[in-house]
């Protein structure tokens, strides 16, 4: 169907049919802030027959199917022949959203506004390592093996071959493989890598100092045993696609080698075996066969001390993940050194230390966490005033007895530092706020729950001010302020509820993401501020009623997606399961905008009986600034399994979190949380 066809049915469904099928095109045209009049458009594909049993309800597949395999395999196979001209990708190879719409949008988003009187500092720029006891040792002996073969020693981390040959073996492959690593040419030199299996060859790849760059050049091998082929990359890009295996007998690959005429450097060479298994649970076995970077690993020994050497760690920010089969069974070490002048009060922060581990504070333990709940630790009595401090934290390895359904066999799902502040704050403070909207219309009234806490022997007599700006996607002048008096309760958390309206509002909605910020400032008796707090949120109501769920007083619908976790590729889809790379999150929300939809439901898949789910909140901030709600799992989740396995003490924990902005994450919006009995979010939660 072209364009003409299609403008001639807009806003009217469209029927056409292709063999047994009823394809319904809905197009539908709004505007959006009256500046534009785009039109959206999708359509559904449905199998009609004449033959009465699949008469009624007829599940695609289960109690009451109709279909065979081979009948359901047959339809998508149409639908997805279809769906492909449709979206005008026939060859199914352009990608959903490009590299520079990633990075765009991680430019666009608005980090959360600072505190201007408390310091409120975000830990980025740490130094990273991991390492396993005895893994300086082993790393010995396998540099060892490598520098005593003829024609080759180690130099700065780098393999060099001097007009020699080497060999590696390894268990054979009889499947699929994929094999990545860095060579260097010298003027003059070349290079010949080879793949073989019983004496025959499957692939050979010649390399000349005249095609390469100047410095190291990634290259990469896919293979596949069972159809002859493979595809190679340099520096990325793919040269050509899908080329005949050298010897198209060749049935197993059991060797590596690289011959040089000439001087080369080879580095990160590694090689991932992949077995298919007969469960569709667990479709594959992946294996490392080789994984070297031909550098030293030193212990970990002294990891926390001021004066430990860390040089050799790589630089990393927040959050920081560990994890896979290449990293299996190692400890995540983090350093970060920070300079702190005078304060009262010192906090960390961490959005989690997931799935527990060590902190330290200056050679001094200061907590050891057993859980992936949010964490608040005091550090004052820790912290030294005046000087640079050392903050170092030890992520425990995490092995899942089961490995994630329809996912290779790698167990060692990531462990990761969240995103971690240091708040240095007043005696007083406030610890947090839960805001929300009890009526809309020519004013918002807006109800303010307040937390204090005080660690004195007397009441703290003074004042609260709550003042409302709008945040995003402009930045205005004051709208609301409200005053009142306090007097704060020493030795406990203290909390008032503070209501008042914000006139002539801008409510948040998918189609307009209004933010405003939320400021809370705390001043004594003499009317100085000594501390304050600040969060973004949106102005709306979420009410449910007659079978329909309004946002604003309006009926809204959910058209969305969820994600699974399963992010290519295999060889980091364990590590990046539960902590997702920022640009991998900007994709995901950058895909439900291509739908044109408006929900995402955030969710991983998990091992039975165990709480693996994620409480990410980088997702939160980004969907608070596009416009998308958010059906939430929690890391207290569980897919299956007996009641009793959910992780009750941190569910209120997590949903705290990300719903009412405690810790570190600022900005909400109308979030539909899932689990227990899928509940559905239709008045404020007591938290």
């Not at 534009?36 to 007829?58: I, M």
């Not at 990325?236 to 005949?244: A, M, N, V, Y």
Request: proline share 5%.
């Amino acid at each position: 169907m072209d364009t003409s066809e299609i403008n001639l049915y807009k806003n009217k469904p469209y029927f056409y049919k292709m063999k047994n099928y009823l394809i319904i095109i809905l197009l539908i045209t709004f505007s959006i802030n009256s500046i534009a009049q785009p039109v959206f458009s999708t359509f559904e594909l449905r199998y009609f027959t004449s033959d009465p049993k699949a008469n009624g309800e007829t599940d695609f597949k289960g109690e009451t199917e109709w279909l065979d395999t081979e009948g359901r395999v047959a339809f998508l196979k149409d639908y997805a022949n279809y769906a492909s001209l449709f979206f005008g990708n026939p060859d199914l190879d352009k990608k959903i959203v490009s590299d520079d719409e990633i990075n765009q949008l991680i430019r666009k988003i608005k980090p959360q506004p600072a505190t201007n009187i408390r310091r409120t500092i975000l830990l980025n720029g740490w130094k990273s390592y991991g390492y396993r006891h005895g893994q300086d040792q082993q790393r010995q002996q396998a540099l060892k093996k490598w520098g005593n073969l003829t024609g080759v020693h180690i130099a700065n981390g780098k393999l060099e071959l001097d007009q020699t040959t080497i060999e590696k073996k390894f268990e054979p492959i009889t499947w699929r493989f994929k094999l990545k690593g860095k060579i260097k040419l010298f003027p003059g030199s070349k290079g010949t890598l080879k793949l073989t299996g019983n004496g025959k060859t499957a692939v050979l790849m010649d390399f000349s100092s005249q095609q390469l760059k100047q410095e190291e050049t990634e290259f990469i091998i896919e293979g596949d045993l069972t159809k002859n082929r493979f595809n190679r990359y340099i520096d990325g890009k793919l040269i050509p696609d899908f080329t005949l295996m050298a010897d198209t007998s060749v049935t197993s690959i059991s060797a590596f080698s690289v011959s040089s005429t000439g001087k080369c450097f080879l580095d990160d060479l590694c090689l991932f075996s992949h077995t298919p298994r007969e469960n569709a649970n667990y479709p594959h076995i992946s294996s490392v066969l080789l994984d070297e970077n031909f550098e030293v690993k030193p212990a970990a020994d002294g990891w926390q001390s001021f004066d430990f050497d860390d040089s050799h760690w790589k630089e990393a920010d927040l959050p920081a993940v560990h994890g896979g089969l290449r990293e299996k069974e190692e400890f995540f070490y983090l350093r970060k050194k920070i300079f702190v002048d005078d304060f009262e009060q010192a906090f960390l922060q961490m959005e989690t230390l997931d799935p527990g581990g060590e902190v330290w504070v200056n050679n001094q333990v200061v907590a050891v966490v057993n859980n992936r709940h949010p964490q608040e630790i005091e550090i004052t009595k820790f912290l030294k005033k005046g000087q640079e401090n050392i903050i170092a934290v030890k992520v425990n390895p995490y092995k899942l007895s089961f490995p994630m359904g329809h996912t290779p066999t790698d167990h060692h799902i990531g462990w990761f530092l969240g995103r971690t502040k240091l708040l240095l704050t007043s005696k007083c403070r406030i610890k947090e706020m839960k805001v929300f909207t009890q009526k809309l219309g020519k004013e918002a009234f807006q109800s303010h729950n307040v937390t204090f806490q005080y660690p004195g022997r007397h009441f703290f007599e003074g004042s609260v001010e709550i003042n409302y700006y709008p945040w995003f996607p402009e930045e205005g002048e004051l709208v609301a302020s409200f005053t009142r008096n306090v007097k704060i309760r020493p030795s406990i958390e203290d909390e008032f509820q503070f209501k008042f309206s914000v006139p002539a509002p801008q409510p948040w909605s998918p189609g307009s993401p209004r933010l405003y910020k939320v400021e809370v400032i705390l001043k004594d008796k003499e009317g100085k501020a000594v501390d304050d707090y600040i969060i973004t949120t949106g102005i709306r109501t979420v009410t449910q009623a007659n079978g329909h769920m309004y946002i604003n007083g309006k009926p809204e619908m959910l058209n969305g997606a969820q994600i699974m976790g399963l992010r290519t590729p295999i060889e980091t889809i364990a590590k990046h399961n539960r902590c997702a790379p920022p640009e991998t999150v900007a994709e995901e929300m950058l895909m439900i905008k291509k739908m044109d939809a408006n929900l995402l439901r955030v969710h991983v898949h998990a091992e039975k009986d165990t709480a693996d789910g994620i409480n990410d909140p980088r997702y939160a901030e980004f969907a608070d600034q596009m416009g998308i709600y958010l059906i939430w799992s929690t890391a207290a989740f569980i897919r299956e399994g007996e009641g009793w396995n959910i992780d009750f003490e941190g569910y209120p924990k997590f949903m705290k979190q990300v719903i009412i902005t405690q810790v570190l994450l600022s900005g909400k919006r109308p979030i539909i949380p899932t689990g227990l009995n899928s509940m559905t979010l239709t008045k404020p939660m007591n938290l």
